[in-house]
Structures are given as structure tokens and as C-alpha cells.
T-cell receptor, first 113, second 112 residues
Framework: NAGVTQTPKFQVLKTGQSMTLQCAQD?????MYWYRQDPGMGLRLIYY???????DKGEVPNGYNVSRLNKREFSLRLESAAPSQTSVYFC????????????FGEGSRLTVL | DQQVKQNSPSLSVQEGRISILNCDYT??????FLWYKKYPAEGPTFLIS?????DKNEDGRFTVFLNKSAKHLSLHIVPSQPGDSAVYFC???????????FGTGTRLQVTL
């Protein structure tokens, strides 16, 4: 079982470039999430999608956009990357009815120069 | 303002001994607490959880204790094994996964 798959795993961008992080889950989960992890900051929620067709801002949404393409896929787009967006990004999914058991992907390490 | 705090960035424990990881929170509205475990180059994985109506939850070698009056929870691992070496994140929510707030993590190293 693949679970939650993220691509790419590594990416280096220059300031101002754009890119999209892709995420897909095969567990038929209703909800999907994008987090970023920075040293000393824990995991912070960027955006989430409670169900297909809906998206909502999390704690740190500025500079990002998301698309819930279908029930399986949830993408994160950086329109104009900034060095402050250098981070490890995690996609996660859940049934949406529960109280916090998330299934995470392996992460995508993004460096913005 | 960090609502969920893990004040110990790292912890080293000998194999076979007890590991105790601590977590403090400030939001009295949190009603569900979780621990996640993370190995390098992998995503976090759910370990154990506890509802605010309980003060203890046990799953094999892992036990989570909740002290609501002190706004404190702890994860006990007994006995500790080398494979437990990882970063442990405490998390709390007011009821939905979309409201999950994570701590900064504690790196546990279990030595032989």
C-alpha cells in the first residue's frame, strides 16, 4: 500500500520561481492537509481540505495556494518562492471524522535560494 | 504563542530503561491529545492518543498520561528499545484533525 505519496522529494528553487508540490492518497480519506516543518517550530498547518471541493487556510497560508483536484489529490503551489519558504513540506490525510490521526507522506524538502 | 510546548529538545536513555517524554499545553479547550513518532527522512506516524476524559491510555510499551489540572501530558516507553530512537511530537486539538497543534518535538536516543 502506497498510503500518501508526495512529489518531488527534493527541489531547489530560485527566489521568484514557482512550483507545485503534488500529493496523492490511496486510502479513500476525505480530508487532506499540507504542513511545513521548520527547526524549532514543529509542524504548522498551511492549508487543509476537509472534503473534496473544499479548502481552508491553516496557520501559515501566506504565499501558498492549494487545489483539491479530486478525492485522491491535493496540490500545494508556491507562485513566487521566497527564502522564508525553505522548509520540509508534509502532506497528510485522514478520514475527517476523527480527532487527529493523520497519515503523512514522506515529505518534500524545498530550498529557495 | 506556542500553545503546545515540548521543553526538552533531546533525551538519551539506555536500552531497557524507561523513557519519559513531556509536553505542556496552555489552551484549556484542547480535548484530545496525540503523540506522533518521526524517523529521519520519513513522515510522522501516529503512536498513541488520549481523550481529555481519561488520565491514562496504554498500548503495549507505550503509555500516555494526562494531567488536566497541570495542563501536562507525558509519554512513557517501557522498556526502551534502540528502534524507539526518533523524534516524538506531542499534538493537541479541540476536536478535529484540522485544528491539530503540534509541539516542537523531542529527539529520543536509546543507547545500547
Amino acid at each position: 500500500n502506497a498510503g500518501v505519496t508526495q512529489t518531488p522529494k527534493f527541489q531547489v528553487l530560485k527566489t521568484g520561481q514557482s512550483m507545485t508540490l503534488q500529493c496523492a492518497q490511496d486510502m479513500n480519506h476525505n480530508s487532506m492537509y499540507w504542513y511545513r516543518q521548520d527547526p524549532g517550530m514543529g509542524l504548522r498547518l498551511i492549508y487543509y481540505s476537509a472534503s473534496e471541493g473544499t479548502t481552508d487556510k491553516g496557520e501559515v497560508p501566506n504565499g501558498y495556494n492549494v487545489s483539491r483536484l479530486n478525492k485522491r489529490e491535493f496540490s500545494l503551489r508556491l507562485e513566487s518562492a521566497a527564502p522564508s519558504q525553505t522548509s520540509v513540506y508534509f502532506c497528510a490525510s485522514s478520514w475527517g471524522r476523527d480527532t487527529g490521526e493523520l497519515f503523512f507522506g514522506e515529505g518534500s524538502r524545498l530550498t529557495v535560494l | 504563542d506556542q500553545q503546545v510546548k515540548q521543553n526538552s529538545p533531546s533525551l538519551s536513555v539506555q536500552e531497557g530503561r524507561i523513557s519519559i517524554l513531556n509536553c505542556d499545553y496552555t489552551n484549556s479547550m484542547f480535548d484530545y491529545f496525540l503523540w506522533y513518532k518521526k524517523y529521519p527522512a520519513e513522515g510522522p506516524t501516529f503512536l498513541i492518543s488520549i481523550s481529555s476524559i481519561k488520565d491514562k491510555n496504554e498500548d503495549g510499551r507505550f503509555t500516555v498520561f494526562l494531567n488536566k489540572s497541570a495542563k501536562h501530558l507525558s509519554l512513557h516507553i517501557v522498556p526502551s528499545q534502540p528502534g524507539d530512537s526518533a523524534v516524538y511530537f506531542c499534538a493537541a486539538t479541540t476536536g478535529t484533525a484540522s485544528k491539530l497543534t503540534f509541539g516542537t518535538g523531542t529527539r529520543l536516543q536509546v543507547t545500547l
